[in-house]
């Protein structure tokens, strides 16, 4: 039985005000089990009444160790942890784990492979934003809109369950291509999709966009300037809410984003209502996305036909020696990764999602570190909600969109 | 390398004897530890790299001089760049100046350095544990730290192992 140390409350009285300490405001905790806070963020409120004198966030209960964890993986299996990240954005976390690799050992993805991949992680962010909208909704008092957002993303699950046999931890996405072709079903499932949800945006924007309990409670609430949130190193749409222009699939176009006709919706304003028109108008654009990569998609392979690195189809392994070599390897020691060090970034549903992988030429990560968005975007909430109500506090929570998995790793 | 690099790496040579090297496409620049704060001001007041993207270590275990290798990835909004800074830590009482005054998002990114690797900050406001418990001993991601396997039991070692369980002492 490991003993239990008391901790000091003096650790923490640097983080209070004076007034605290001699008792005029009360320290209040929130979380780590608040259904508001989106997860276990446990939020130490010092508080005058009901307004926010002082908010310590307390982070670390969903720590899993995944970066130590994927040291000891090779490269194929380390691939199957990154899923379980941010746990609303799998196949966004497969896509920057796949691509850092691909950088790593210059592996070229063909032209299917790449489409498919936009489609997914676009149909991933509308995911993503659904349980954004539907959980700030919750957050607000606008119960309706969560069980009409969760009824859609269910069709979205659909999709990745029939590409992937997964409806959430899905690894389709690997160094080299994806798993395999998607389905002959595939296509008329997201054409489906297409096809309803532009008219499901408008009806949340009905529910929401000129409620006025609903701007009531997001309109001017947690301000932040462009530049304290680049200070901030806030990314996604939290930035773009407050008027920088910076999505990583226009700046620095990857998997052909280039392609596509798509705009990047800002705002100026930098509050809660800001990030809101934000994401529905990026769940708009997305849906563009996906439309013309759909439409675009060539015929060919999936992978990458490099079987250095990814492994032969199965049914060459019986008559072709080689295959039968490759195959053998890749699946006892892995393959091997020339030494040196690289940083990749990609646009996740919550901003800049990068992966630095250090190889000392083995086949298992010497090092892989995590730039997860939302532990950079959660940073920015005790100066958000500074002097703000309680309430507004939860407004701010959900207007940042974290993800617990994403922020403790 | 992209030309738009070139005054922003002639100044990093010039003002602090900066080592470039390029892989991948990935611009990286070993500075001396001293000068990581000067740096960092100089990389987001003159040449506009506003974002401090990421913060992280590597542990080179058992190298001891130096251990550990400290990773900045600046990037530039306005010019769509992104540069790594790199320094180097001693193994023994590693410690580093910190560069909150300059990027706000450094103070939990340096916490959690110092919780996963044990590199001091100095200067740093509020260095306390982030992911880990506060009562939590050693350094997660240090390379001489185990994993934490649970070890196999087999017939001729399970009364052994069965003593160093958790359970074992209650």
């Known amino acids: 039985m490991t003993q239990l140390q008391e901790v000091s409350v003096d650790d923490i009285k640097h983080l209070v005000s004076e007034r605290a300490i001699q008792g005029e405001t009360v320290l209040l905790n929130m979380g780590p089990q608040h259904p508001s806070t989106h997860g276990v963020l446990r939020l130490l409120l010092e508080l005058d009444g009901e307004t926010v004198v002082n908010c310590i966030p307390d982070i670390g209960f969903l720590h899993t160790g995944i970066e130590k964890n994927m040291e000891s993986k090779t490269y194929a299996k380390a691939n199957v942890m990154a899923d379980r990240l941010d746990y609303l954005n799998t196949l966004g976390n497969n896509l920057a784990y796949s691509m850092a690799v691909e950088k790593l050992v210059e592996l070229d993805v063909p032209e299917r492979a790449q489409s498919i991949r936009v489609i997914l992680a676009e149909l991933q962010r509308i995911a993503s934003h659904l349980i954004w909208l539907g959980t700030t909704g919750l957050d607000v008092a606008a119960m309706s809109t969560f069980l009409y957002c969760f009824r859609e993303r269910e069709s979205i699950l659909d999709i990745f369950e029939l590409c992937s046999g997964q409806r959430m931890m899905t690894t389709y996405i690997r160094p080299g291509g994806v798993w395999r072709d998607v389905p002959v079903e595939f296509e008329a499932a997201v054409r489906e999709f297409i096809k309803m949800f532009p008219r499901r945006v408008d009806e949340y924007e009905a529910l929401l966009s000129r409620n006025p309990l609903f701007l009531d409670r997001t309109f001017g609430i947690g301000t932040v300037s462009a530049e304290q949130a680049l200070n901030f190193g806030m990314t996604g749409p939290p930035l773009r809410a407050s008027g920088v222009n910076w999505d990583l699939r226009k700046a620095r176009p990857y998997c052909g984003y280039e392609q596509y006709d798509f705009e990047v919706p800002t705002r100026t304003e930098g509050d809660v209502y800001a990030r809101y028109i934000v994401r529905i108008e990026e769940l708009r654009q997305s849906l563009r996305i996906v439309e013309q990569a759909l439409n675009k998609m060539p015929i060919g392979p999936v992978c990458s036909s490099n079987h250095k690195f990814i492994p032969p189809p199965r049914s060459e392994i019986g008559v072709n020696m080689e295959a039968l070599i490759h195959h053998f390897k890749l699946w006892t020691e892995g393959f091997s990764t020339p030494k040196g060090s690289i940083y990749n970034a990609i646009e996740s549903p919550r901003g800049e999602l990068g992966v630095y992988i250090v190889s000392d030429g083995g086949p298992k990560p010497y090092r892989i570190h995590w730039r997860t968005p939302s532990f950079d975007n959660l940073q920015a909430l005790p100066f958000m909600a500074k002097g703000l109500l309680v309430a507004d506090l939860v407004a701010i929570i959900g207007s940042v969109d974290i993800v617990l998995g994403d922020v403790d790793r | ?170």
């Open chain 2, 1 to 170: 390398m992209q030309p738009e690099f070139e005054p922003t790496i002639q100044a990093l040579k010039k003002e602090f004897n900066a080592q470039i090297s390029e892989f991948r496409g990935d611009v990286s620049a070993i500075i001396p530890a001293e000068n990581i704060v000067s740096a960092a001001k100089m990389l987001r007041d003159e040449f506009d790299f506003s974002l401090l993207s990421t913060m992280t270590a590597v542990d080179h275990w058992p190298e001891e001089k130096p251990r550990f290798d400290m990773l900045y990835q600046f990037t530039s909004v306005s010019k769509v760049l992104s540069l790594s800074v790199l320094v180097q830590v001693p193994g023994i009482n590693p410690s580093l100046p910190t560069i909150t005054g300059i990027f706000k998002n450094a103070i939990w990114r340096e916490r959690e350095v110092w919780d996963m690797f044990g590199i001091k900050f100095e200067g740093h406001p509020d260095l306390r544990r982030i992911l880990m418990p506060a009562d939590w001993e050693g350094h997660p991601l240090r390379k001489d730290y185990p994993l934490g396997y649970e070890e196999p039991q087999f017939t001729f070692n399970f009364e052994e192992i069965d003593l160093r369980k958790p359970y074992a002492k209650e």
